[in-house]
């Protein structure tokens, strides 16, 4: 089963940019397909984004679309969530995650996860 660890998080002001990195061990990575996954103190975990095992279908919430980007490079097993013009909403603990299905926007269809990484956006 996949091993997955995030990284790239940290503190940035609104209008900033960050990449988080989400990085798999174990398991043939490119028969999986990856969700980013964030959840803010209080709240419901939030699918952001998804991508096939291939790259060639992606998703995004509508809180996100058009500000961020996933990616995957499948020769280095690494997903990618390319974070621009972010918001102060942005903030929570972002997890990659592996879905049943290539790609769903569901939550509690996700069933390997990595540890999380914080983003924090403030002025």
């Known amino acids: 089963q996949p091993q997955l660890a995030e990284s790239g998080g940290g503190s940035v002001q609104p209008g900033g940019s960050l990449k988080l990195n989400c990085a798999s061990r174990?398991?043939?990575?490119?028969?999986?397909?990856i969700g980013w996954v964030r959840q803010a103190p209080g709240k419901a975990r939030e699918v952001v984004s998804c991508?096939?095992?291939?790259?060639?279908?992606?998703w995004y919430a509508d809180s996100v679309k058009g500000r961020f980007t996933i990616s995957r490079d499948n020769a280095k097993n690494t997903v990618y969530l390319h974070m621009n013009n972010v918001k102060t909403e942005d903030t929570a603990v972002y997890y990659c995650?592996?879905?049943?299905?290539?790609?769903?926007?569901?939550?509690?269809?996700?069933?390997?996860w990595g540890q999380g990484t914080q983003v924090t956006v403030s002025p």
């Open positions: 995650a592996v879905p049943t299905q290539s790609c769903s926007p569901a939550a509690d269809e996700y069933v390997f």
């Open positions: 174990g398991g043939p990575f490119d028969w999986f397909g």
């Open positions: 991508i096939s095992n291939g790259g060639e279908i992606t």
